[in-house]
């Protein structure tokens, strides 16, 4: 009863952003003059109204969902990792050229690209938390900036070594990786593919890790009270690099299952154009950093850009309607965020005060 | 004496709970009225409600036999009534003076006229004989001295009536005698002081008469004179206190061994200077000190969270300096923090995320890294039961405990431990009577059985009743070691504030 009732107090905050974020919606699109009901069920159908079009928005949720995984079990620790953008290309790109160019079948392609798509990531977020931990470099700063050497390195590989000279136009990306390696498609004909199923799992695993056991249990009360872990002998410094290596894993394997499932190469500033990590970010605010809520809430943030195509293709509202709602939602997320904030630092200035 | 003060049948209710129910008191002219009572047994809402700062719910506030409703502070300020806060509320970058006259501020047409303040406070303080220096900068001061000024500045808004929340828990024996002999002084000169505190002895000392509130409610109105610290704490508990008894018992080995530790301090003053000391199995050695002389490093470098620079620290005869946490831990010491809020738990926790702190590593409640839950809730569970601490579920957040609640959730989680040496600092700050005295009798317990305790505290009579040693740190250094059977209260104050050994 009682921890019903917790469940409950705690979905009230995002159900509310939700239902702001909503209400800008709802401005926004009567100024276009469609009505606002029509708008919003042609939304619903974009996103959900058939197999198709539910199948895109899972695909879509896809890579939302692993770095909106690996963001909440950073935040959970304590510590921020906005460095998700980064790991996510280097692991994308990894796994791109791992599969272009390791030897053997298919399937040995698939797998050592996924591995090396994830170490990619992993050891990007671990050159953050070794800096933070021998230098102490502020996370903060230091994972977001290392995004942008992280897009540009990318973006190098595949405009002089590795591109593609294959085809006819000069773009910017690498050669098609060989069928074998790919990611199989959950149904034919729809982009749905196996990334999802492994992220769901994933969100899975890391619900259980930080319930039930040892590491999730000190991860989580370093998060919490860094000092009182401290104090109860928990090994910071190795809780924050196993963290950051996580988090910086599960960006990379978002990138790499992009390339795999859906791209099948990698093409310079597609992960990073429709704001995959942000989008993460907003995913874990908003299901303040539990892994299930913060794959529903992937969900549901992809279901609101693919329902924003689906409303730009029946209707004069245009796309962007979906930029209005979630700008609504992260104004009022950041809110709280900042809110809790400050009432922290307040009460440790009180509790100062008093010792 | 004639009353200046009546709150009548004071209600207020917070929704379902009750903080007041029916409190009445009068409060003459020229008396020290003390207010006593538990934590939570509705003292600061009734001061909130006179001050102005809450509405009660009903009953009525007369001011010489005149109804009044403060809807603010300042309509309460108005009717001569001042509050000396718990926590300074003063600029530490300004001067006394300056700290005093502000919002009532001496003026030159429409400049700040400094030396009529400086005047005008000398000669308030050298009236009610408040010995302060008027140019000083408040953050120059010793504590003492700040709360000094903050009684000026109340007195300099005009108040007949003045109310002091818990003034002494920040200050050194000597303030606060101090304090006391300047509140007889205000209370002659026909001020009407109102003293909230749970120190019974100070109370006893100063106070004309008490009146004791437990659950909201007056559970007794005495005259300070016919009354006894016995008579008036069992008014506040709602049952008999045993009082702890120490039996003389013969001290074993030395297990806990510190040789000359010494950590460099920042300004090249030592925060540990060459500290020595032993600690017995079978005894309780007390660490006396005023906040701040160096007991703090000597804790955190005794557990592993700070690094000392020289000297050596055994445990059970093994070499512990500088080791880890989990291995100064492993090596078998437990740890009662000083700050529980700060070091001592997560607040966003549950209940049994705090209590398993530690337990949670060993053997016994986990299985390759997997914790076993069912065994865990057994053993918080029965913490509960046999420590009596109330709390809603084990899942309930530790943030929602009271203080006392909180503090045994640690005081059993670490005498869990079952170390043989226990490092129990300032275990009952806060805390209320009832659960004061189960965890003094816990530590005795401790003892009792064998092993080792240190005890550090800044409260004097919590040394005093507890310890069989008392040493007496002062400026990073141990200055002193008494038997407590002989030591006694002046010596140990004396120590403390920098003295020689008698």
């Known amino acids: 009863m009682k921890q019903w009732k917790q469940t409950l107090s705690s979905l009230i905050h995002p159900l509310i952003a939700l239902l702001i974020g909503f209400l800008a919606g709802a401005i926004a699109i009567s100024v276009t003059g469609t009505p606002i009901l029509q708008a919003y069920q042609e939304m619903w159908t974009g996103a959900f109204g058939n197999l198709y079009f539910l199948t895109s928005t899972l695909a879509r949720s896809t ?12 935040f959970r620790s304590g510590y921020f990792n906005l460095g998700a953008e980064g790991q996510m290309v280097l ?225 004069n509202v245009p796309l962007e309607i979906s930029s209005v709602i979630q700008a609504a939602l992260i104004l009022f997320i950041s809110a709280r965020f900042t809110y809790s904030f400050l009432k922290r630092r307040k009460e440790e200035k009180n509790n100062g005060a008093t010792v | 004496m004639e009353t200046i ?171 606060v005698k101090e304090l006391l002999i300047t509140l007889r002084g205000l209370a002659e000169q026909g001020k009407s002081i109102i003293l909230i505190t749970h120190k019974l002895h100070e109370v006893m000392e100063v106070a004309d008469r008490i009146t004791v509130l437990r659950n909201g409610r007056v559970t007794g109105q005495l005259e300070a004179s016919q009354t006894t610290v016995e008579e008036v704490s069992r008014l506040m508990v709602g049952r008999e206190l045993d009082g702890i008894r120490r039996e003389t018992q013969q001290a074993g080995q030395p297990l806990l061994q510190v040789n000359r530790l010494f950590i460099r301090g920042k300004k090249g003053k030592p925060l540990l200077d060459h500290v020595s000391f032993h600690v017995r199995s079978g005894e309780i050695v007390g660490i006396a000190g005023i906040s701040g002389n160096g007991q703090s490093e000597l804790v955190q470098a005794l557990t592993g969270l700070l690094p000392v620079d020289e000297g050596t620290v055994l445990l059970q005869g093994k070499e512990i300096t500088n080791r880890s946490v989990k291995q100064i831990r492993e090596a078998g010491l437990a740890h009662i923090p000083e700050d529980r809020y700060l070091w001592g738990t997560a607040k966003e926790a549950s209940v049994k995320d705090n209590a398993i702190m530690g337990h949670h590593r060993l053997k016994e409640f986990q299985r390759g890294g997997i914790l076993r839950q069912r065994k865990l809730d057994q053993l918080v569970t029965g913490w509960i039961n046999s420590f009596a601490i109330k709390t809603s579920s084990l899942a309930n957040k530790a943030q929602n405990l009271s203080g006392g609640n909180l503090q045994k959730v640690i005081v059993a989680r670490e005498i869990g431990h079952a170390t043989p040496f226990l490092l129990a600092c300032e275990p009952t700050r806060g805390v209320d009577i009832g659960a004061m005295e189960f965890i003094h009798q816990q530590l005795m317990d401790k003892r009792n059985r064998g092993e080792a305790v240190l005890l550090v505290s800044s409260e004097l009579s919590e040394i005093m009743t507890l310890s069989d040693r008392i040493l007496v740190m002062f400026e990073g250094k141990v200055v002193g070691e008494l038997n407590a059977e002989t030591a006694t209260e002046e010596q140990i104050s004396l120590l403390m504030a920098g003295g020689k050994q008698p």
């Open chain 1, 63 to 74: 890579p939302i969902i692993l770095l909106g995984l690996g963001i909440s079990l950073a």
């Open chain 1, 91 to 315: 692991g994308a790109v990894a796994a791109a050229l791992t599969a272009l160019y390791m030897p053997g079948s298919g399937i040995v392609k698939l797998l050592a690209a996924m591995a090396a798509g994830m170490i990619a990531g992993g050891l990007w977020s671990l050159l953050a938390a070794w800096m933070d931990a021998k230098f102490k470099v502020n996370l903060l700063i230091s994972t977001l900036l290392l995004n942008y050497i992280a897009s540009l390195f990318a973006g190098y590989l595949v405009t002089e070594p590795f591109k593609d000279t294959t085809g006819s136009a000069a773009l910017a990306q690498s050669r098609m990786i060989e069928q074998g390696a790919w990611l199989p498609k959950l149904f034919a004909g729809m982009s749905l593919h196996a990334g999802f199923v492994l992220a769901v799992v994933i969100a899975i695993l890391l619900t259980l890790l930080l319930r039930y056991t040892v590491f999730g249990y000190e991860l989580k009360i370093t998060g919490q009270n860094p000092l009182f872990a401290a104090y109860g002998g928990v090994n910071r410094t190795r809780v924050m690099i196993l963290c950051m290596l996580t988090s910086g894993a599960l960006a990379g394997l978002a990138g790499t299952v992009e390339v795999l499932g859906s791209q099948y190469r990698y093409i310079d500033g597609s992960l990073t154009a429709p704001g995959y990590a942000w989008t993460g970010l907003m995913a874990t605010l908003l299901a303040n950093s539990n892994p299930l809520g913060t794959t529903i809430a992937a969900v549901f943030l992809a279901a609101l850009q693919t329902g924003a195509m689906g409303l730009e293709r029946n209707t």
């Open chain 2, 5 to 175: 003060l009546e709150m009548e049948r004071i209600t207020k209710k917070y929704g379902q709970f009750t903080a007041n129910q029916e409190i009445s008191f009068a409060l003459r002219e020229g008396e020290i009225h003390a207010i006593v009572g538990e934590n939570g047994a509705g003292k600061t809402t009734l001061m909130r409600i006179l001050y102005g700062m809450e509405q009660p719910t009903s009953g009525t506030i007369r001011i010489h036999g005149a109804e009044k409703r403060f809807a603010n502070p300042a309509e309460a300020i108005d009717s001569g009534i001042g509050m000396v806060h718990q926590h300074f509320m003063l600029f530490p970058s300004r001067t006394i003076a300056e700290n005093i006259v502000i919002g009532n501020e001496p003026r030159k047409s429409i400049w700040f006229d400094r030396k009529q303040a400086i005047a005008q406070v000398g000669a308030l303080a050298e009236r009610f004989r408040l010995p302060i220096a008027p140019g000083q900068k408040v953050g120059d001061c010793p504590l003492g001295t700040q709360q000094r000024v903050e009684i000026l500045k109340v007195l300099y808004n005009g108040a007949k009536i003045i109310i002091l929340d818990e003034p002494t828990a920040v200050l050194t024996p000597l303030e």
